[in-house]
């Protein structure tokens, strides 16, 4: 593996124009530019494709792939978008030629008036020096600290759980999952008044933004919610910046929530973060983190609720391993495998981070077609991990097929929840160990009962989770 030298300088990312019009125009004329050399697919305007796109994209990019193969375009309001589907496009993009992609260009780009340059909207040498220097903040003693407050928070919350009710557990778990990112990120007081509950309020808030519609994104008016996601951004730009200021003045070796120890944190020749850098890393691990652990836990509890012979292997495998007692990181991720399997299922079925946006540096060619420079890629994980060659009844929900031995039988490319390469979520074990300690904790005292009649329905933005949240019954594990 390279080494990464972060005792060369580097220059801070190029600003990206906030302006409609003028990414309309560049994109029209980089279509332009590469005219005659899109892959094949359906690139007539077309309102009712775009509209799919945002609300049900899985039929429409199955479709494709059925009838163009693993790489083809497809055309989304003004633009030409090239989609690769499939283990070996994945591991493509991923692994084998990321040289050729840019994440700042893609619609990533479209983050940074709320993370500013944070590992998701940064490349190249920018992105690897602060990759390199924040490693050591995700390292499995770190995770092991985090998992302090991951169980505080989780014991608390599941306490509340009234047993023969009917709660919202997508509700539940985003509450969770926002008081664990403000004491293991940021490391306030999530019930505190105007520092972790107003940081909690105002980040739900700006977030708020990429979860509507794109034709409403662009209003700047006041009142328009790019007016709300500004002023939520001062707020947390003035409880964030001043955390850093307090730690920075009185650093406490005590502290290992993430942005404590980012603000302690130097390259290899003693340079550090300056304020501005942590503050966009945090908020970017506040995204990254704080919706995909919802998404992924409410997915897992509505699978367990229609499969209730998963739910009895899980509590076998736990009462064995744990008698009861609180599972440490290292009993989740090396004694509880049918756990583990449980989990690889839900993320085949529900990629939180579903898909993966980029804009084509350097033409290439994949598949027999010719990629061209400037052009919006995506790969998706979502209709990858539905491809009936690659995953047998890839509707159904099977945790046996992440057995080991199957797991390690799989395409390269094949399962991809996380990214790969270089770029593979930096907060994957983070995630991982959160999910299954609460998942595990919550077993231990109670069952979630789906209700009868009830379907559930899939929104995209910004991240997969069930549209409308998911209502289920709770009751004691014992009843």
């Not at 009838?67 to 692994?95: D, I, K, Q, W």
């Not at 302690?264 to 506040?286: H, N, P």
Request: charged letters at 25%.
């Amino acid at each position: 593996m390279a080494t990464v030298d972060t005792t060369a300088p580097v220059a801070r990312p190029p600003e990206r124009s906030g302006n409609p019009l003028r990414r309309v125009g560049g994109d029209l004329w980089d279509e332009w530019r590469g005219r005659g050399r899109f892959p094949p697919g359906d690139t007539d305007f077309s309102w009712a494709r775009t509209h799919q796109i945002a609300h049900d994209p899985l039929p429409l990019l199955l479709d494709a792939y059925e009838r163009y193969g693993p790489v083809f375009s497809l055309r989304l309001l003004h633009s030409r978008v090239v989609f690769m589907l499939g283990p070996e496009a994945n591991h493509f993009v991923t692994v084998g030629h990321p040289e050729n992609f840019h994440w700042r260009e893609s619609s990533f780009g479209d983050l940074i008036p709320l993370l500013g340059d944070g590992l998701l909207t940064v490349d190249e040498d920018y992105h690897d020096r602060a990759r390199a220097i924040m490693m050591p903040a995700f390292h499995r003693e770190q995770v092991a600290v985090a998992a302090e407050a991951m169980t505080i928070e989780a014991d608390r919350a599941i306490a509340a759980l009234p047993a023969g009710e009917v709660v919202d557990v997508y509700e539940w778990m985003r509450n969770l999952a926002m008081r664990i990112a403000m004491r293991a990120l940021l490391g306030l007081d999530p019930d505190e008044a105007g520092k972790g509950a107003a940081a909690a309020h105002h980040f739900e808030r700006a977030l708020g933004y990429y979860g509507i519609d794109f034709g409403l994104r662009l209003l700047r008016g006041p009142g328009s919610p790019w007016r709300r996601l500004v002023a939520s951004r001062e707020v947390l730009d003035e409880i964030v910046f001043a955390e850093i200021a307090r730690r920075r003045a009185q650093p406490d070796p005590g502290r290992r929530d993430i942005l404590s120890l980012l603000c302690g944190a130097r390259g290899a020749a003693g340079e550090e973060f300056s304020d501005r850098e942590i503050r966009d890393q945090v908020m970017t691990l506040m995204f990254a983190g704080h919706d995909t652990s919802t998404s992924t836990l409410t997915f897992m509890l509505h699978e367990l609720g229609r499969h209730p012979e998963a739910t009895r292997r899980l509590h076998e495998e736990q009462d064995r391993v744990l008698g009861g007692e609180t599972p440490t990181p290292q009993q989740l991720e090396r004694e509880m495998p049918y756990l583990e399997t449980v989990l690889d299922e839900v993320l085949r079925l529900y990629p939180p981070a579903w898909i993966g946006p980029r804009r084509v540096i350097r033409e290439f060619e994949f598949g027999g077609c010719t990629v061209p420079r400037g052009a919006y890629l995506n790969y998706c994980s979502w209709a990858s991990h539905r491809l009936p060659e690659v995953f047998p009844q890839p509707e159904a929900f099977i945790p046996e097929r992440f057995a080991r031995e199957r797991k390690a039988a799989l395409p390269r490319g094949a399962y991809v929840p996380f990214g790969g390469g270089s770029r593979i979520c930096i907060g994957k074990r983070f995630g991982q160990t959160e999910v299954k300690l609460v998942a595990t904790k919550l077993l231990q005292r109670l069952r979630l009962e789906s209700l009868p009649g009830r379907t559930m329905t899939i929104r995209q933005m910004p991240t997969l989770s069930p549209r409308g949240g998911l209502r289920m019954r709770v009751e004691d594990r014992t009843s």
